[in-house]
């Protein structure tokens, strides 16, 4: 079984930042890409960003240049630094990975969502 526990999310006025944390863990024998979701009310979930296993990285239009993922390896855990933020960033952020288990099978997993509010 994989857990994702995003961390960071909040309250924050236009302009501000934040920096979303998602720590994988369970039985995990290789992290593959991972990546940010969100879902705005009313909206679909939509991707933000995404890196792949060797780093390389795509991002939503809407959020490139303000928005960056990164991840560590050694800690299984990857990162969302979101730089001027827009009251139209304001959405649920999901933190999403392609897991390897011990059993080598690959799973997509999802974690439970951290609420991002910027105001005006």
């Known amino acids: 079984q994989v857990q994702l526990v995003e961390s960071g999310g909040g309250l924050v006025q236009a302009g501000g930042s934040l920096r979303l944390t998602c720590a994988v863990s369970g039985r995990i024998f290789r992290l593959d890409a991972m990546g940010w979701y969100r879902q705005a009310p009313g909206k679909q979930r939509e991707l933000v960003a995404r890196i792949t296993g060797s780093g390389n990285t795509n991002y939503a239009d809407s959020v490139k240049g303000r928005f960056t993922i990164s991840r560590d390896n050694a800690k299984n855990t990857v990162y969302l630094q979101m730089n001027s933020l827009q009251p139209e960033d304001t959405a649920v952020y999901y933190c999403?990975?392609?897991?390897?288990?011990?059993?080598?099978?690959?799973?997509?997993?999802w974690g439970q969502g951290t609420q991002v509010t910027v105001s005006s």
């Open positions: 999403n990975a392609d897991v390897l288990s011990g059993d080598y099978r690959v799973t997509n997993n």
